[in-house]
Nanobody
């Protein structure tokens, strides 16, 4: 059974940057549309970004547009999330999973039910 492993989180000052990585273990990510989700304390999990494996199209949640960039390196079997201009409200545990863009609701979603450990991102001075 393949799994996705998140890494790269940390403590960063507001305005700073981090790059998260989602590595495939026992699964070839090049065949899947992969995205990032996050969950802040007391809040529901939300879709942050998603990148298609067929045409490379990228989708972003409204709160991160213009600040976050998703990319993939199939040779390294990894999907990245470059986060710039971080804000305190970006503080959350970040997870990766297979994703799709729900055109009806206008949100990034997933049908996956298994979640890894995620990686903690804390934006604080």
């Amino acid at each position: 059974q393949g799994q996705l492993v998140e890494s790269g989180g940390g403590l960063v000052q507001p305005g700073g940057s981090l790059r998260l990585a989602c590595a495939g273990s026992g699964i070839s990510l090049e065949y899947y549309t992969i995205g990032w989700f996050r969950q802040a304390p007391g809040k529901e999990r939300e879709g942050v970004s998603c990148i298609s494996h067929t045409d490379g199209n990228q989708y972003y949640g409204d709160s991160v547009k213009g600040r976050f960039t998703i990319s993939r390196d199939n040779a390294k079997n990894t999907v990245y999330l470059q986060m710039n201009s971080l804000k305190p409200e970006d503080t959350a545990v970040y997870y990766c999973a297979r994703c799709y863009f729900d055109t009806t609701e206008g949100v990034i979603s997933t049908r996956d039910t298994y979640w890894g450990q995620g990686t903690q991102v804390t934006g604080s001075s």
